[in-house]
């Protein structure tokens, strides 16, 4: 007896896994406030290098700074008209900045407040020749998220999922709220990192505890739902940032709620098939009764029930398999490195779109909104595509999100709805793909190497999350760089899925010699 028979027993997606997911789900949009709140904390609003010139002249200083090319160096090292200067024209201003552009800037900045009131780049200046600073702390970030990958991971297989989740949920409120006081930039760095970490560790173990208790028949459908309160996150903090300009204030709103999670100490379960596992057999068969009653289906023999599930897992133990099967022969190794590919690409540009929304040029708050509202049609979309063809569906989108990224380098900053479209639509593509990839895995690999394969999948996932940010820092050189990399990134991905194999309505593959067929070999290339 697997676990899966004893679901079929207690119910797969009865009233405690229903409520299950309600705990499970409501932390997701908390993550998605920590995991693009930067986009507001970090925006760099327009500004000019700082001299003493009267207020009247401030306006025509700010204008000066959004006709500029923002390639340019005006804004970093060109003071302003001073204050006994004659009344200017803009462009007898600009002809007067651009004159003094070698003096360098050495009274600081000043930044318009007219869309936000202060952000971490006006507190602490991090424009001009601290600009680069931004990025590199957004990859310091999305670093934490690599290292809670694989830290939580190992603990959470060690201790299970539930203490994980409620340690990384705790850490997660102390350090955010931490990060809304920071006295400098590099404290303010090293909080963010930590949040990281955890998001991994809530993230990765909520939907382990989820799929762990929910039967095969459900577990797509339930993977969606954590998507979608995830998207609701998004759009979320969209208002909540349109309502709290001031960067402090805003952190702190978005990490204060989680101390309201201290109640999952006593309504979140632990995961009986990870204590069955762990030789937990009391402890697991006590949560199942409980699990039973409340789907309506009390069980009769359950001690045959565990016995027969341990004699399955002694039997499964007799035979070890570690990260080496995942590139050991031909095939595997093929599938392997193309899913750790597409789970690098589907984080990378989905993440590179998702924090930079300043750059298509329309108002950030309408554009973070209508970001969020795309991904509920395009983690909608494939519940209806992935039963026809896992493969075509990753394909198709993957090709959706590198096209349109592709086409808004050939949009003019004049014709900002134009380019807002085309990410919204990249945005649509990858969202969606990225939504596949989870399940296109999970079928890919085979039972006794799959934990595996997730696993170094969702470390090249983090991988690309780190690189996000500093492929912006191409700007300096070309202003459509990154676009042009996130689109021929994306499109190898769509030509590459091709070799994968289908696996909609087909049998999942157990073992390595499912996957290689009767006559494996254990090295050469494919």
Not at 114 to 137: K, Q, R, Y
Not at 295 to 316: A, F, H, R, T
Not at 440 to 445: G, I, L, P, Q, R
Request: one cysteine or more; a neutral charge.
């Amino acid at each position: 007896m697997n676990f899966d028979e004893i679901l079929a027993q207690i119910g797969g997606f009865g009233k405690f896994q229903k409520i299950l997911y309600v705990w499970i789900c409501l932390p997701q949009i908390l993550l998605a406030f920590h995991m693009l709140v930067s986009v507001f904390t970090g925006a760099v609003p327009p500004h000019l290098c700082r001299s003493e010139w009267s207020s009247s002249h401030a306006a025509l200083s700010f204008n000066l700074s959004l006709v500029a090319d923002p390639g340019a160096d005006l804004a970093c090292s060109a003071p302003g008209p001073g204050r006994d200067s004659p009344q200017l024209n803009a462009s007898e201003a600009l002809a007067l900045i651009t004159s003094q552009a070698s003096a360098g800037c050495q009274g600081g900045w000043e930044f318009s407040k007219e869309i936000f009131h202060s952000t971490v780049a006006t507190e602490w200046d991090l424009v001009c020749d601290n600009a680069n600073l931004n990025n590199i702390g957004a990859s310091i970030y999305m670093f934490g998220l690599l290292i809670g990958a694989v830290v939580f991971g190992a603990l959470a297989d060690k201790y299970g999922r539930r203490p994980i989740i409620l340690v990384g949920l705790a850490i997660q409120t102390t350090f955010g709220v931490g990060a809304a006081f920071a006295p400098n930039f590099y404290i303010y760095v090293i909080l963010r990192f930590v949040v990281g970490t955890t998001i991994s560790a809530v993230i990765m173990n909520a939907f382990v505890l989820g799929t762990e208790w929910t039967g095969s028949k459900h577990r797509m459908l339930a993977g969606v739902i954590t998507d979608y309160f995830f998207g609701f996150g998004y759009i979320i903090l969209a208002g909540l940032a349109y309502l709290i300009r001031d960067w402090r204030k805003l952190q702190l709103a978005i990490s204060a709620p989680g101390f309201l999670f201290i109640f999952y100490i006593w309504v979140l379960p632990k995961s009986a098939r990870w204590l069955m596992a762990n030789d937990k057999n009391e402890e697991a068969m006590d949560l199942i009764r409980k699990a039973a009653l409340m789907n309506g289906k009390p069980l009769q023999d359950d001690e045959e029930i565990s016995q027969g599930y341990k004699d399955k897992l002694k039997l499964e133990d007799k035979k070890k398999h570690t990260v080496i099967d995942l590139v050991r022969t031909p095939k595997m190794r093929r599938h392997s490195l193309i899913i750790f590919y597409l789970w690098f690409v589907n984080v990378m540009v989905y993440y590179g779109l998702s924090l930079n929304i300043s750059d298509f040029g329309m108002n950030i708050y309408l554009t973070q909104l209508i970001f969020g509202l795309v991904e509920m049609p395009a983690r909608t979309i494939t519940l209806f595509t992935l039963n026809r063809s896992r493969k075509i569906s990753q394909m198709a989108f993957l090709a959706v999100g590198g096209v349109a990224c592709l086409l808004t380098i050939f949009i003019p900053d004049e014709l900002s709805i134009i380019r807002t479209i085309l990410a919204m639509i990249g945005k649509f593509g990858i969202t969606a793909s990225l939504s596949i990839v989870y399940i296109y895995s999970a079928e890919v690999f085979p039972t006794v190497i799959r934990q595996n394969g997730i696993g170094m999948g969702s470390m090249c996932a983090r991988a690309g999350g780190v690189l996000a940010p500093v492929i912006y820092l191409l700007r300096t050189f070309s202003k459509s760089a990154p676009m042009v990399l996130f689109g021929l990134f994306t499109l190898l991905g769509a030509g590459l899925t091709l070799l994968l194999p289908e696996t909609a309505n087909k049998h999942l593959p157990d073992t390595i010699e499912d996957v290689e067929g009767a006559n494996p070999r254990s090295g050469g290339t494919s």
